[in-house]
């Protein structure tokens, strides 16, 4: 009976609100917690009230810039820490008997990595037979350099003591959009013709005081953007590509990204005017990652696929222009 009502137990901790109420413990803020586990503010706020709920008393005194546990919940802070500690430690333990010491762990974000490096990681795999590359995928831009893994790719600002940063690649900004937008009833021949479309916009997360957005690049091209027939957003950057090469609307385009389909004509640029973006592309790993061998191997060959990529020219602005008319 004790075996029973103990597993009982077990079975309805709320793992997801433990998990999310110590972050905010550590951090001390509701936001850091969020970009830690990759979800968004309000979702960590509703693990933390659900828990409080749950137990029936306070855990976080909420402040207007930091937040701070009670008693009660800074013994509950350190004993999920103390336990998720020995999960973790558990876990790699069995997961390093399985895990090839060539395999060589990636982090990065989900749109990077089905665009950029799937497609290519092909060309490291023929020149490099002997390594395994294994791809994880953060789900927040910032959260790949938060990773145990050997290397991650990171976009945007960041400073990491202790690991090595270097720098990738920059991108272009760009509206694109599928051929198919250039006629039919409103055709894109300037930017007013943009208030009979759909805009499309990446739901970006970051601290960084510029992002690469629609408002981004119409401050920095001088031009004002007319009120868009109406607006669709999403989290993942390779589901903004796909929905402008369906004809979903009109998005903006960052050039690593879009090429590839601009190159092969899925894709357009309607107008003419780029921008530079903000942000880049970064590689993150740990001093001592650097020297193994297999991940120098990775790190040259991404380099100089970034490297080449650069002296790809965008193919020409198809339509009308930016500028009023």
């Not at 917690?33 to 008393?57: F, N, R, T």
């Not at 060309?123 to 390594?131: M, R």
């Not at 004509?265 to 942000?279: D, K």
């Not at 120098?296 to 500028?323: C, Q, S, V």
Request: glycine share 8%; hydrophobic share 40%.
């Amino acid at each position: 009976m004790i075996y029973i009502s103990l597993a009982n137990m077990i079975l309805n901790l709320p793992f997801a609100a433990l998990r999310a109420f110590e972050a905010v413990a550590r951090h001390g803020s509701f936001s850091e917690a969020a970009d830690e586990l990759g979800v968004g503010q309000s979702a960590v706020s509703q693990h933390v009230k659900a828990l409080e709920e749950w137990l029936g008393h306070d855990l976080v005194t909420r402040g207007a810039r930091r937040s701070k546990p009670t008693p009660d919940g800074a013994r509950l802070a350190q004993s999920i820490a103390d336990g998720l500690g020995r999960i973790s430690q558990t876990c790699d333990t069995i997961r390093d008997k399985r895990r090839d010491d060539a395999t060589i762990v990636i982090s990065c974000h989900p749109g990077f990595a089905f665009i950029w490096l799937f497609p290519r990681l092909l060309t490291f795999d023929q020149a490099h037979p002997e390594c395994a590359i294994s791809i994880t995928t953060a789900p927040r831009p910032g959260s790949a350099a938060k990773t145990d893994a050997d290397i991650a790719i990171h976009y945007g600002a960041i400073e990491r003591p202790g690991y090595v940063v270097e720098p990738l690649m920059g991108e272009d900004l760009f509206p694109v959009c599928a051929p198919a937008l250039l006629e039919g009833l409103h055709p894109l021949r300037s930017i007013d013709d943009l208030a009979f479309h759909t805009q499309i916009r990446d739901e970006f997360t970051s601290d960084a005081p510029d992002l690469p957005n629609w408002e981004y690049w119409a401050r920095e091209t001088g031009l004002a953007l007319p009120t868009p027939a109406r607006t669709r957003s999403f989290g993942q950057t390779n589901m903004v590509v796909q929905a402008a090469i369906q004809g979903g609307g009109v998005a903006l385009g960052r050039s690593p990204l879009v090429l590839h389909a601009l190159r092969d004509g899925r894709l357009v640029r309607p107008f003419p005017q780029i921008v530079r973006s903000p942000l880049q592309y970064w590689l993150v790993y740990p001093q001592d990652h650097g020297r193994c061998a297999r991940n120098r191997l990775f790190i040259d060959w991404i380099k100089a696929e970034a490297e080449a990529e650069m002296h790809i020219a965008l193919p020409p602005p198809i339509g009308g222009t930016a500028y009023r008319d």
